[in-house]
């Protein structure tokens, strides 16, 4: 049935922060794939009303994190193995172009920005700090993909980022990838300070592979265990 009133200021104000939980309950694995999302725990566990919860999980589908099927409801998305290969095959090709447009050597201030999130995803990553990690992360690569001039190619890789939110979470839980990411940045960093565009374009090809490679092998496993 359609609402007969406007939400209130404080389920405006809720909205936003129910979406950014559940997003990193589903990175962090927290929430599973096929995981289905019960509207009357998520309005006990946040303590609002049904329909600010169906708007996040309205917003969620957007994100392409959870999906929603009749006289079923709200499933955290799941991938088949060519769904992961093409997703990342796509974020390949728009992260390498914006690499590839980037003036070099990159203007002091950009870089000099870019460096200073890194520090701070440094500290999260010494911290174990989960969620620091992961949104000084989105912002080191906001940022950098920014410098490259192009704002709709940049609403693109940040679409197809947050697309596989729900594929990136058995690395982001690994200190061994997060650690790998965090050289990875710095070398992005020098690649940017030096101009070399060769380094810059093979960087952000290989950033993205550990967490494809981590959610294929998670499903060749679950593959054989029930085979």
Not at 135 to 161: D, K, P, T
């Amino acid at each position: 049935m359609p609402r007969t009133a406007a939400p209130s200021p404080a389920e405006e104000a809720a909205l936003p922060q129910i979406v950014a939980a559940l997003e990193e309950d589903i990175v962090f694995g927290r929430l599973h794939p096929r995981e289905r999302l019960v509207e009357d725990s998520l309005m006990a566990r946040f303590g609002v009303k049904r329909h600010v919860v169906r708007d996040a999980l309205a917003a969620l589908d957007r994100m392409g994190l959870v999906e929603r099927r009749k006289n079923v409801g709200a499933l955290v998305r799941s991938f088949s193995a060519r769904e992961v290969t093409e997703l990342y095959a796509l974020r390949s090709l728009l992260e390498t172009e914006a690499a590839r447009l980037i003036p070099l050597p990159a203007g002091k201030a950009g870089v000099q920005a870019l460096a200073e999130i890194q520090q701070a995803h440094d500290a999260a990553v010494a911290a174990g700090d989960a969620r620091g990690v992961f949104r000084s992360n989105l912002a080191f690569h906001e940022a950098l993909f920014s410098m490259a001039g192009h704002e709709v190619l940049q609403q693109a890789i940040a679409e197809y980022a947050r697309r596989t939110h729900a594929i990136r979470f058995q690395s982001l839980v690994s200190a061994a990838y997060r650690e790998r990411a965090r050289l990875e940045h710095w070398k992005i960093i020098k690649a940017l300070r030096k101009g070399d565009r060769e380094a810059l374009v093979a960087l952000c090809a290989q950033h993205l592979l550990p967490s494809r490679d981590a959610y294929l092998a998670v499903q060749q496993s679950s593959g054989a265990a029930a085979a």
